[in-house]
């Protein structure tokens, strides 16, 4: 039967508490479904925390707060408790929230019924210029927001320097639908055990981007309030190399470089501006990764597993907390009605079975308007998506018969060129070499002769406190300002060579590659130099010449494999003394 405090008391156990503090309440209740866990990578939060709010009465909740100390920084108004300034109480929040509804209504009449109907349908975090578009456009929705936000009606869910996002707590959604009168045909729920789903795809969805929000706030404040030091001097000295380094000597002088381009694509997520000494370039450190190649080569780990994590392998995410939505399992058309909910959000999209999704015809153009990070629209015989505007990005692997030193693309789709070129590949062959670093690298980790978890979280608070800065995200307020990319000169005349140096070597007049591998090769020299961020002291970040090496060695690698390997790589960088 569905209970609704119990339900209540998950949801704020969830965000009252840290991962690793419930582990330890789990295992100091004794409850069984924590016994067998080694360590809070283990557990599932969700499961966790209902398997504790069945578990206590609401005497063991107040003694709970007293002992583990909640977050400070969360809010919970729910209809059984309250938690602010890191006070939990066992008293309704939701008196107070009905009142202030009343004095708003009453100073603001019908438009703060239209902003709380908005946000209310809307069920995500909204950004300001989305909320006045509900509004006359001489009405400043500032005001109103404010007032909402003093009385804990609304709360800021992220705030830059010209930008913010409001949401409607979701344990008080319920109240405040009611006190408006709306009915719930726009967003239907059915009670499934103690939880409550919403049958509306959209709504599911700002569901998880607001537990992604979650994680990731949570994650920042938790590394400023105890690891910031020890984060701030690692950043003095971590570069790209130190990265590269790490990596090959966990998995061996081939298979590292997948798991360095994936690491390397997180710390581009923040999107930051790219600019030379003349000004801006017009680009941006985001980009979409391709590994591509034959099956059991190690592709799903680097995009996957090493980003998310896989607890049961004792392998701890080295991904931005809360910014990787794993797309498994999910139908391009499904990606497409669900990318609405990430509309002007920058998320990555993990996708194992990239294959599957060129089953369906007509996917190419919205895929590829997707990649351009456009705006996207989509016309089915029922119904009319968007338009809207995508800007995340994608990692994803496919598999291809490589035939000689050729390959053939599985896809049968003729147009699946155009989504291979606005992706940055990399072709996996089933080497000698690759197999033993596989086969070695599993072996080691099964019996534990590699340990990631020991230096897996520098990594990753490394990775989380550049991204937080760089997109000025709310914790970061006076702490670090943001910085853009500097290209060099040098930098440029490199590239040049490069790309000299790769058409002659070319025996024929057509090139099978387009212009965009040389953006490419930028967007990720200018992503890796944003491991640099602590050790710069100016307002911008100069391309490091290591993070530059690497990038013309993919540039060249790529450029080889587009063309069918009608040239040596190797003999290209040689001449560029890359090796």
């Known amino acids: 039967m569905f209970d609704e405090k119990i339900a209540e008391r998950r949801l704020l156990l969830q965000r009252a508490f840290s991962r690793s503090k419930l582990f330890n309440i789990g295992k100091s209740l004794k409850i069984s479904y924590f016994q067998d866990l080694l360590s809070e990578w283990d557990i599932n939060e969700d499961k966790a925390a209902l398997e504790i709010a069945s578990s206590i009465t609401d005497e063991q909740l107040e003694q709970l707060a007293t002992n583990y100390k909640p977050r400070k920084w969360e809010i919970f108004k729910g209809q059984y408790y309250t938690l602010e300034n890191g006070e939990l109480s066992c008293e309704s929040g939701w008196r107070k929230i009905r009142v202030a509804i009343s004095q708003i209504q009453n100073k603001y009449d019908k438009h703060c019924v239209a902003i709380l109907k908005f946000l209310i349908n809307c069920s995500k975090a909204c950004s300001t210029e989305e909320i006045k578009q509900v509004l006359p456009e001489e009405v400043d929705p500032l005001r109103i927001l404010h007032d909402l936000e003093k009385l804990g009606v609304v709360a800021t869910s992220y705030k830059g320097k010209d930008y913010q996002e409001w949401v409607i707590l979701e344990e008080t959604t319920p109240l405040i639908r009611l006190e408006l009168g709306l009915t719930h045909q726009e967003a239907e729920t059915r009670t499934t055990g103690s939880r409550t789903q919403a049958k509306d795809p959209i709504t599911e969805e700002n569901i998880k981007i607001r537990k992604m929000d979650q994680e990731l706030n949570s994650y920042l404040n938790d590394l400023i309030k105890y690891r910031i030091d020890e984060t701030l001097a690692f950043g003095k000295f971590f570069s790209i190399s130190h990265l590269s380094d790490y990596l090959e000597s966990l998995f061996g002088p081939v298979l590292y470089f997948d798991s360095l381009l994936s690491i390397t694509q997180q710390y581009g997520l923040a999107d930051v501006e790219i600019i030379h000494a003349q000004g801006r370039t017009g680009m941006r450190t985001g980009w979409n990764l391709s590994l591509f190649g034959e099956p059991g080569t190690g592709k799903s780990f680097s995009i996957r597993d090493l980003i998310l994590g896989k607890p049961d392998a004792k392998i701890p995410p080295h991904g931005i907390p809360g910014r990787n939505r794993y797309a ?9 009605r669900l990318g609405q909910a990430y509309s002007r959000r920058i998320f990555n ?15 190419v153009e919205p895929l590829k ?19 809207y505007h ?10 291809v018969a490589t035939v000689g030193k050729s390959y053939e693309v599985t896809v049968q789709d003729p147009n699946f060129n155009a989504i291979e070129d606005r992706m940055l590949c990399r072709l996996h062959r089933l080497t000698k070499q690759r197999y033993i670093e596989i086969a070695e690298s599993q072996m080691r980790l099964a019996f534990g002769e590699i340990d990631i978890e020991k230096e897996a979280q520098k990594f990753r608070d490394h990775l989380t406190l550049v991204h937080a800065a760089e997109i000025n995200h709310p914790s970061m307020k006076g702490r670090f300002p943001s910085k853009p990319i500097m290209l060099t000169k040098k930098a440029q005349t490199i590239l040049m060579k490069a790309r000299d140096a790769i058409l002659r ?16 090769a930028i967007r990720f020299a200018s992503a890796a130099s ?6 710069s ?3 911008y970040i100069p391309v490091n010449e290591e993070a ?8 060249v690698e790529e450029a080889s494999t587009r063309s069918r390997e009608e040239f040596d790589p190797d003999t290209v960088l040689g001449k560029l003394g890359l090796i």
């Open 369 to 387: 308007l997707a990649m351009e990070r456009s705006e996207i629209k989509y016309e089915t015989q029922r119904e009319i998506i968007g338009p």
């Open 505 to 520: 070597e070319i025996p024929r007049e057509v090139v099978h590659f387009s212009a965009r591998l040389e953006d490419r």
């Open 349 to 363: 999209f993990i996708v194992p079975e990239f294959n599957d999704w060129f089953k369906y015809k007509g996917m």
């Open 390 to 399: 995508f800007r995340s990005f994608f990692s994803v692997n496919y598999n």
């Open 548 to 555: 530059l090496n690497y990038a013309i060695q993919l540039y």
């Open 530 to 535: 944003l491991l640099d961020f602590f050790q």
């Open 537 to 539: 002291n100016n307002n």
């Open 328 to 336: 498994g399992g999910i139908t391009p058309a499904r990606f497409i």
